[in-house]
């Protein structure tokens, strides 16, 4: 439990050090968005534990990274702070860090956006004959 705030290099050892990291975002706010506590956490490794109903519980409970529990059931919050900190099957989460990282990125992105052929190398959006997607256009 952090009683304050503290820097970045303090965090990581957190992080790195932790038996579980409990992420008890409320559904109501964080049933559609994330957070950066919540990235940081899933690229430090540590087993997870987070509320059923958010976003951070769905991607827990999809990429096996921990635990998650009902809002405000103390004893479903213990229960998966003990199982994540001792389940083997958790220390996998390190090992998916990459999946998740891969779904999420902007390649992900851009292929669902636009399929997989539009988002092949050298390729511009903008231009169905491809081209340099960093181009800018001046007036002269």
Do not use: W
Request: hydrophobic letters at 40%.
């Amino acid at each position: 439990m952090l009683d304050g705030p503290v820097d970045a290099a303090e965090l990581a050892h957190l992080y790195a050090t932790a038996g579980a990291v409990v992420l008890p975002y409320r559904p109501d706010p964080f049933a559609l968005r994330s957070s950066g506590s919540f990235t940081d956490a899933v690229a430090s490794g540590a087993p997870l534990v987070a509320v059923e109903g958010t976003i951070a519980g769905h991607e827990v409970s999809t990429y096996r990274f921990g635990n998650t529990y009902e809002a405000g059931s103390l004893d479903g919050l213990v229960q998966a702070i003990i199982g994540a900190a001792t389940n083997p099957d958790c220390e996998v989460a390190a090992t998916r860090r990459k999946e998740l990282v891969e779904e999420n990125s902007v390649g992900a992105l851009l292929t669902a956006l636009v399929g997989p052929d539009r988002t092949t190398q050298g390729s511009n959006l903008g231009e169905p004959s491809g081209g340099d997607m960093t181009r800018r256009e001046t007036a002269t």
